[in-house]
C-alpha cells in the first residue's frame, strides 16, 4: 500500500490519476474477491468456512499450511449385531510367511475407522490406573495441537453414536456412555485435556502429528497409554523420523523413510489408510511389557530382557493402525488399537502356526535384533514346528490355505 500511496502522490494533479485510481480499484476488487474464494469467514461466527478439495488446493500447499477443506467423514451406520458383552475382537493376524519392511498400508472403509469390542471395559479400566499412576506421562496436548483435538473430539462425537449406539449417545456438547454412565464434555470450554476424553472413549491409543514448514510430522498431541515396549514421554514433541530412529525401527533410513515422508505429506482427508503389525511378548502385560525393564528405568528395551522360560508366557501382540487426515486443521490421526492373546490359544487356528512360523525364519537380523528374537526363540520356535506337524497331519498346508491377510 505504501507504493501505492506513493504512485498516487506523484500523479496528482495529472490526466493519468484518474485511470490509475481505476486501475487500482479494479485490482483491489480482483483480490477481495480471490482471497474470498480461498477463505472466506462467517459474519456473525467468524469461523473459517471449509473449501472444496479443488478449491482449496492442498496438495500445492506451503508445507506447514493447510487450507481447511469441507470433506466429511460419512456418518457410519450402526455396526451389525454389536454388543459391548458379546462381540469378540477381530481375529487380525498380520503376518505372512515371507516378512518384507514396508509401510504395508491399504485402504481404509471409512465405516471401520475406530473398532471396538467385547473388551471395552478392560482396556477402559486399565487405561484408568495408567491415568491414576501415570497422569501427564500418558497423554498430553501441545498448543499447536489444540485445534486438531477439538476437531478430533467432534468427529468422535459424530462417529461413535452412530457406529456403536448401545455404548454411546450424542448429547448437546459432548457424549455419554450408556455402559459406565460417563458424560464427557467435547466442546469448548472443555473441563480437561481432550485428548484425556479421548483415551476414555477408545480402546485405542491416539496420536495427533502436526507438519511443520519442512514437511516434517511432530507428535504434539496423545494418549498413548497401552504401547507396550515406547512411552510417550519419550516420543512426545519429537518427528515421525526421530520416532523411528530413536526406536531402532529396522531399515528406517533405507527401507521407509523417504517413503513415509512423501506419504504423509500427500495423504488427504478423503483417503485414510489402515495398516497392521505383529510383535511376540514375553509376558501378558498389556499396557507395558514387564519383562524389558521396570517402566520407570531410564533406559529400556529386549537387551535387558530375561530369556523365555515356557511357552505359556508367550503373548501374541498385534496393532491395528488407522491413518488419516482430519480435514479442518490438516493433522493427520494416527489411531493404534493393539489385539492381545496368548500365543498357545491363537496356534489352536487352522495354518496359522506355519504362517507365524515362516514369518519369523524370514526375520533379517536386524529384525530379529528389534522384535527380541533371541529372548524368544528357544521356546516359541519348537512350539510352532510341533503345532506345524500337526495341522500337517490334519490337512492343514500350504498348498490347502486361502490368503486371508490380515486375518
Not at 252 to 281: C, D, S, W
Not at 297 to 314: F, H, L, M, Q, R
Amino acid at each position: 500500500m505504501g507504493l501505492l500511496i506513493q504512485l498516487f502522490d506523484s500523479l496528482e494533479g495529472s490526466p493519468l490519476q484518474t485511470s490509475a485510481i481505476t486501475a487500482v480499484a479494479s485490482v483491489s476488487i480482483f483480490i477481495a474477491s480471490l482471497a474470498s474464494l480461498v477463505v472466506y469467514y462467517n459474519s456473525s461466527s467468524k469461523t473459517i468456512k471449509p473449501l472444496p478439495a479443488k478449491i482449496a488446493n492442498n496438495k500445492a500447499r506451503k508445507l506447514g499450511t493447510w487450507k481447511p477443506e469441507d470433506y466429511k467423514l460419512p456418518v457410519p451406520p450402526a455396526y451389525p449385531e454389536w454388543d459391548i458383552k458379546t462381540f469378540k475382537p477381530l481375529p487380525y493376524r498380520a503376518f505372512k510367511h515371507k516378512y518384507n519392511v514396508t509401510m504395508g498400508i491399504r485402504n481404509m472403509d471409512p465405516n471401520s475407522w475406530i473398532e471396538l469390542d467385547n473388551e471395552w471395559n478392560k482396556f477402559h479400566d486399565l487405561k484408568m490406573k495408567r491415568i491414576e499412576e501415570k497422569g501427564e506421562e500418558v497423554y498430553g496436548t501441545l498448543p499447536e495441537a489444540k485445534a486438531a483435538s477439538l476437531e478430533l473430539l467432534e468427529e468422535l462425537r459424530k462417529f461413535l453414536p452412530a457406529r456403536y449406539p448401545s455404548l454411546f449417545e450424542r448429547t448437546a456438547d459432548g457424549m455419554k456412555n450408556l455402559e459406565t454412565g460417563e458424560v464427557h464434555r467435547m466442546v469448548e470450554p472443555l473441563l480437561e485435556d481432550p485428548m484425556l476424553t479421548v483415551a476414555r472413549l477408545l480402546q485405542d491409543d491416539v496420536a495427533i502429528m502436526i507438519e511443520n514448514e519442512q514437511g516434517e510430522y511432530y507428535l504434539k498431541g496423545g494418549c498413548i497409554m497401552l504401547a507396550g515396549f515406547w512411552r510417550l514421554k519419550d516420543k512426545f514433541n519429537t518427528s515421525l523420523s526421530t520416532i523411528h530412529t530413536s526406536g531402532d525401527v529396522p531399515k528406517y533410513n533405507t527401507h521407509l523413510k523417504k517413503g513415509m515422508e512423501k506419504f504423509f505429506v500427500r495423504l488427504t482427508p478423503e483417503a485414510p489408510v489402515v495398516r497392521n503389525n505383529y510383535f511376540i511378548q514375553t509376558d501378558d502385560n498389556l499396557d507395558w511389557s514387564s519383562s524389558i525393564g521396570d517402566e520407570d528405568n531410564e533406559t529400556v528395551g529386549w537387551y535387558t530382557a530375561d530369556p523365555a522360560k515356557s511357552v505359556e508366557k508367550i503373548w501374541y501382540r498385534s496393532e491395528r493402525q488407522s491413518v488419516r487426515r482430519l480435514p479442518i486443521t490438516g493433522a493427520v490421526i494416527f489411531t493404534i488399537r493393539t489385539y492381545f492373546l496368548p500365543l498357545t490359544e491363537m496356534c489352536k487356528e487352522p495354518y496359522v502356526p506355519k504362517r507365524l512360523l515362516d514369518g519369523i525364519e524370514s526375520w533379517s537380523d536386524d529384525v530379529r535384533e528389534y522384535r527380541g528374537y533371541d529372548k524368544f526363540y528357544e521356546v516359541v520356535l519348537p512350539y510352532l514346528r510341533e503345532k506345524v506337524a500337526e495341522q500337517a497331519a490334519m490337512g492343514y498346508t500350504d498348498e490347502n490355505e486361502a490368503e486371508q491377510y490380515p486375518f
